[in-house]
């Protein structure tokens, strides 16, 4: 059950403490895109979110990491943004998340991703040995194969909620 729980657990992008993150020696971060950085039917990143990343660019290096197979819609979005991504990265499974880390060559105890689904983000992130934030994610409004993926998280949180590992809302790290 541990790998269904995130290292940190914040409201949003903008409640982490990124120079804690910083401090414990990530200086790779990889982000989901859909519900952590835009609404998963919005297709341009707030002006805060253009200035949060603009910012975290000077001490990070940030990519994307987006299940979404519309290599479109995340390509504009990352140039927006100007950053790297994979689309159709099929998380948790390890592949994207291995061609990032091969192609960058980063020690995984220098890299964290940062996104709004347990069985996605936060499984495929433990999965890889690398540090895991979970963020509640922007709005209900979700594609459909997410909403396959909240039933099972549902259950899980209620799983993790009984053992004591974690609580729906009650953020941390
Ligand atoms: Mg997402």
Do not use: H, W
């Amino acid at each position: 059950m541990k790998k269904y729980v995130p290292k940190m657990y914040k409201s949003s992008i903008f409640d982490i403490d990124y120079d804690k993150i910083y401090d414990i020696g990530i200086r790779c971060i990889i982000f989901d895109l859909d519900n952590t950085i835009v609404a998963a039917k919005e297709s341009i990143p707030t002006k805060k979110v253009l200035y949060l990343i603009k910012k975290l660019k000077k001490k990070f290096d940030i990519y994307i990491l987006s299940n979404n197979s519309s290599k479109k819609r995340v390509s504009n979005v990352c140039k927006m943004l100007e950053i790297s991504f994979i689309s159709f990265a099929m998380k948790p499974f390890s592949f994207g998340f291995k061609r990032l880390l091969k192609k960058y060559k980063y020690d995984i105890s220098q890299v964290c991703i940062i996104g709004d689904q347990i069985m996605t983000d936060v499984l495929g992130g433990n999965n890889m040995g690398i540090f895991t934030v979970l963020v509640e994610p922007i709005n209900s409004n979700e594609l459909k194969v997410t909403s396959v993926n909240r039933f099972f998280e549902r259950k899980k949180i209620v799983k993790l909620e009984k053992l004591g590992m974690f609580k729906k809302g009650e953020f941390y790290g």
